[in-house]
């Protein structure tokens, strides 16, 4: 962060003239702070949906049209990199899988032009796009297993694009950005070092204060909608923490918890056993199977 560099001595000359002993220890500019605050009162207010599924108020400042276009022009530009199966037994199923899921999230579903592809690649890896374009790599079969596990990969990831949490982040991120740019006119009459310290901290704070819990909330909140689905759609939701005991096996070294975007193998076994009854529960009632 520069704390080795020699500090310039500042010129003599002009009082006032010199950027770094005369802005040492300098006081700090409120008014920055005080406007961001307000715009962000203004903003987060002005700016509020309601989950699916849940009923959290989240932050969105992105029309659907909008998101759905970024969508499907990320989806083409993703999908134009990789090779893409164009028919076989693993995009019947995978389409099978896709379409029940779409109906089990229709009552919240605003128009998605649902697409579901699979890109054959070593990497155990799914997602889903805003406007309903979801891709499963074929590397992600053998840690699914059988056909419930990889109805539980996609629902969460079908319950990510119906949550919005992508506009989401994006809100959030534009808060801390606009955040950052106040802190750093605020802190503009300290010296260089001071101000590289206090950015520093709060650039971290930001990260692992607010992004990355915020993040590890969006992927519990997927996995409960995504459970949601999977028993609407007449999967077997306790398939759900066996396939998470598979990835924690599949997936070695994983970051502590606290440094990532997503919460660990363990914890999300333990929030999928405590929504397991009303998961069954729902399946049992919209299955004529039981």
């Given amino acids: 962060m520069g704390f080795g560099r020699r500090r310039r001595r500042a010129p003599i ?44 108020s989240q932050l969105v400042d992105m029309s659907r049209e909008q998101e759905m276009a970024l969508g499907l022009q990320s989806y083409r530009q ?13 995009v019947d199923v995978v389409n099978q899988i896709g379409r029940r899921l779409a109906v089990a999230a229709s009552d919240a579903d605003p128009g998605f032009d649902w697409e579901f592809n699979v890109v054959d690649s070593p990497e155990a890896n799914a997602f889903a796009l805003p406007g309903g374009k979801v891709a499963v790599y074929t590397g992600l079969v053998p840690v699914a297993e059988n056909t419930d596990g990889l109805a539980v990969v996609m629902g969460h990831e079908i319950a990510h694009a119906i949550a919005r949490h992508g506009a989401e982040r994006m809100a959030h991120q534009k808060l801390v950005q606009l955040g950052t740019l ?23 704070g930001a990260q692992f204060g607010v992004l990355l819990p915020f993040s590890r909330d969006h992927e519990s909140e997927a996995d409960y909608m995504g459970l949601i689905y999977v028993a609407r759609a007449c999967f ?38 405590e929504w397991m009854p009303e998961a069954v529960e729902i399946r049992r009632q919209s299955c004529a199977a039981g």
């Fill in 78 to 90: 993703i999908l134009s990199k990789e090779r893409v199966l164009r028919g076989g037994e693993m």
């Fill in 182 to 204: 106040a802190a750093g006119m605020a802190f503009s009459d300290m010296d260089v070092q001071t101000q590289r310290m206090v950015m520093g901290a709060l650039g971290v």
């Fill in 236 to 273: 077997d939701p306790t398939e759900a923490p066996r396939l998470w005991q598979r990835m924690g096996r599949a997936s070695k070294g994983a970051p502590a918890e606290f440094m990532s975007t997503h919460p660990s193998h363990e914890t999300r076994i333990r929030q999928f056993e």
């Fill in 13 to 56: 000359g002009f009082p006032g003239g010199g950027r770094g002993a005369g802005r040492r220890g300098g006081r700090i500019r409120w008014l920055p702070l005080v406007i961001f605050a307000l715009y962000g009162i203004y903003y987060y207010a002005s700016n509020q949906e309601v989950v699916p599924i849940t009923g959290r």
